[in-house]
């Protein structure tokens, strides 16, 4: 299955209250994968703010990198290689090889010096290449309107 229309098979969440919450900076690839670049975006959430699994998945880390906590849900019904979500900065609440469903509570939000307001850095990978997570976000149904008003 591609991933365009895998992305609109599937439903996903926000995974930070209140839908939507607010971008304080986007997605930007790197022209390479060693170059700068911002691999995922920053959602406004204040310290304690819970992280959400935004589908069905696997735990598959949940644990320190780099001095920040960062949890890794891997998207079971997406395909092989399966879509990977990371969170950071978060304390995870949830160990490695738990399942859970879209919804479940699995970190909360830590103050770090990743962004100058608190924010939950938002992570999208298919096998080892960066993704906007921006193609999980829900959308809203499109309606068509009456011709002329």
Not at 40 to 46: E, F, H, S, Y
Not at 61 to 69: E, I, M, P, S
Not at 98 to 106: F, H, K, M, N, S
């Amino acid at each position: 299955m591609q991933l365009t229309t895998l992305f609109l098979a599937l439903t996903f969440l926000w995974p930070v209250p209140p839908p939507p919450p607010q971008i304080l900076r986007g997605w930007h690839p790197p022209p390479g994968p060693y170059a700068a670049g911002h691999r995922g975006i920053d959602l406004a959430a204040p310290p304690g703010t819970p992280v959400l699994a935004p589908a069905t998945g696997t735990i598959t880390y949940a644990g320190q990198v780099a001095g920040r906590g960062v949890v890794t849900l891997t998207l079971t019904a997406t395909g092989t290689p399966p879509l990977r979500t990371t969170f950071t900065p978060v304390t995870p609440l949830i160990t490695t090889g738990t399942q859970v469903t879209e919804g479940t509570p699995i970190a909360e939000t830590t103050l770090d010096t990743h962004c100058t307001t608190p924010c939950l850095h938002w992570g999208l990978l298919h096998d080892d290449t960066y993704l906007n997570p921006l193609l999980l976000a829900p959308r809203a149904r499109s309606r068509l309107l009456p011709l002329g008003g």
